[in-house]
């Protein structure tokens, strides 16, 4: 299994609405990050989380909360949104060491934000 | 934040041309990798050269890195029109940290 899950697919939500996105692999990789694209731009590094640690935070906003449950899973919670911030997230892992590179990216999660 | 610059921006060639893109970048690198894009989809993973290594291959592919220009090289070979996506380079720079560059939408013509 070579699979990186990602649900929902689509999102559409209000500025005052929480919602959440999630990620899923089966690959035992120790290392998942979650990038934001926006239309015709490389995808920008938000969090990396190493062995379920939050390894890497790239000055995010607050109103983007990442979570690891457990090794297999990785949440991004939403909360008061702006229009800027419709794009499309990306979810990775990679094998979780040092210079293997390989991130197996998901299908991501199209998020539009009245 | 972005490491690098890629050119050209777009491309467009014919089937069976040769795709050359370029790739700079700024800081020290652990090593490169070269990813494809197809519209509104996931990243896919090409090739990876390690900061070591001068030169790789992969079927069609043939990636060059020059740590002392800090830039790198994807050759496509023989293109075919399902070649039609955008390549981004990305350095890991340490810690898991992969940063891609701009990327070159490239459109090959049947």
């Known amino acids: 299994d070579t699979e990186v899950t990602q649900t929902p697919k689509h999102l559409v939500m209000g500025m005052t609405n929480k919602k959440s996105l999630k990620c899923e692999q089966h690959?035992?990789?120790?290392?998942m990050y979650w990038y934001k694209q926006k239309a015709k731009k490389p995808p920008e590094l938000m969090f990396v989380y190493s062995y379920e640690k939050l390894s890497i935070n790239e000055s995010v906003p607050s109103r983007f909360s990442p979570e690891c449950p457990n090794s297999s899973l990785l949440n991004l919670h939403l909360h008061a949104l702006q229009p800027e911030d419709s794009a499309l997230y990306l979810c990775?892992?990679?094998?979780?060491?040092?210079?293997?590179?390989?991130?197996?990216f998901g299908e991501g999660s199209r998020l539009t934000v009245l | 934040s972005q490491q690098g610059e890629e050119d050209p921006q777009a491309l467009s060639i014919q089937e069976g041309e040769n795709a050359t893109m370029n790739c700079s970048y700024k800081t020290s690198i652990n090593n490169l990798q070269w990813y494809r894009q197809n519209s509104g989809r996931g990243l896919v993973h090409l090739i990876l050269i390690r900061s070591n290594e001068r030169e790789k291959h992969s079927g069609r592919l043939r990636v060059t890195l020059d740590t002392s220009k800090k830039s790198s090289s994807l050759l496509i070979t023989a293109s075919r029109a399902a070649d039609t996506a955008s390549y981004f380079c990305?350095?890991?720079?340490?810690?898991?940290?992969?940063?891609f560059g701009a990327g070159t939408r490239l459109f090959v013509k049947a």
């Open positions: 990775a892992s990679s094998h979780g060491l040092v210079n293997t590179g390989e991130l197996f």
């Open positions: 690959m035992g990789h120790r290392a």
């Open positions: 990305a350095t890991e720079t340490g810690g898991f940290k992969t940063i």
